[in-house]
């Protein structure tokens, strides 16, 4: 990924983090991509924050953002645990 690229990626994410969002993206470098086997989980925290925990089995770089926004939000948000 090109520098330019990684940092506007790393701003989004900040603004996530503002936000109340706080997202985690597992890749396994070197392994073939397969979203068919890949995870998600959405949980609202008692603070009323949204921590998504995502693992895309594979290494992800075929991946465009927009398809994994699409992905990870096709999964429901559970409530506080």
Aim: net charge negative.
């Amino acid at each position: 990924m090109k520098l330019n690229a990684r940092l506007q990626k790393l701003e989004r994410q900040r603004s996530q983090v503002e936000r109340g969002i706080f997202r985690i993206v597992v890749s396994h470098a070197g392994k073939p991509f397969d979203l068919a086997t890949a995870t998600c989980t959405r949980t609202l925290m008692p603070d009323g924050g949204l921590m998504e925990i995502v693992n895309v089995n594979g290494s992800g770089d075929d991946l465009s953002d927009e398809e994994l926004e699409h992905f990870i939000q096709s999964f429901p948000i559970e409530g506080p645990r």
